[in-house]
């Protein structure tokens, strides 16, 4: 079956533009999440979601980064006015159900991100 | 041969020797914890998990060992193959249950 996908995989961008990254998770997943890795590092948290509830946004940087998840399917990550230090793969998993703590997430291939 | 002791960032096995990736986290009240493996390029796969209930659990050629009173985890991967070349990332699930806090990862290499 279709694993959670994500695009593009890779993008370029100049420092000050917006840029918006896209996951389709697995169908029947209820809990998106995305994921930001540094180059060489383990990945830290941004934004998780599940169903209609109120998202979880304590990992997001800053003000210049949002999600939305319409129809409780789709997600997009919007990072405005973006810096050099904003360059990274960006992952995002979804899983069965909510609970992080008892759901194994599935993850996406990412996006890598490059402000130049 | 194995390795066995703090993290260590990476760790170099030749083929069909054991191999043993170590993890310590940081919340005591941490019920939920996953090792996940993460080829170049890709996105992290699932690997194996445990709960705070449990101190083993086994999968096909891997064993997740947690101690709870020294905040400890480790991964152990029998007849380590080629294939298993690849950087491991422990992870815990969050207080609120709702995102996974990875360690800083290990990258394992298996020469043949």
């Known amino acids: 079956g279709a694993g959670v996908s994500q695009s593009p995989s890779n993008k370029v961008t100049e420092k000050g533009k917006d840029v918006e990254l896209r996951c389709d998770p697995i169908?029947?997943?209820?809990?998106l999440y995305w994921y930001r890795q540094s180059l060489g590092q383990g990945l830290e948290f941004l934004i998780y979601?599940?169903?209609?509830?109120?998202?979880?946004k304590s990992g997001l940087p800053s003000d210049r980064f949002s999600a939305e998840r319409t129809g409780g399917s789709v997600s997009t990550l919007t990072i405005q006015r973006t810096q050099q230090e904003d360059s990274a793969v960006y992952l995002c998993?979804?899983?069965?159900?909510?609970?992080?703590?008892?759901?194994?997430?599935?993850f996406g291939p990412g996006t890598r991100l490059t402000v130049l | 041969g194995e390795s066995v002791g703090l993290h260590l960032p990476t760790l170099s096995v030749q083929e069909g020797d054991n191999s043993i990736i170590n993890c310590a986290y940081s919340?005591?009240?941490?019920?939920?914890f996953i090792w996940y493996k993460q080829e170049s390029g890709k996105g992290p796969q699932f690997i194996i998990d445990?709960?705070?209930?449990?101190d083993k659990r086994q999968g096909q050629r891997v064993t997740v060992l947690l101690n709870k009173t020294v905040k400890h985890l480790s991964l152990q991967i029998a007849a380590t193959q080629p294939g298993d070349s690849a950087v491991y990332f422990c992870?815990?699930?969050?207080?609120?249950?709702?995102?996974?806090?990875f360690g800083k990862g290990t990258t394992l290499s298996v020469s043949s």
């Open positions: 979601f599940q169903g209609n509830s109120a998202p979880d």
């Open positions: 445990i709960r705070s209930n449990m």
């Open positions: 169908s029947g997943h209820t809990a």
């Open positions: 998993a979804s899983s069965f159900s909510g609970r992080a703590g008892y759901n194994e997430q599935f």
């Open positions: 919340n005591s009240a941490s019920d939920y």
């Open positions: 992870a815990e699930s969050n207080q609120a249950g709702t995102a996974l806090i």
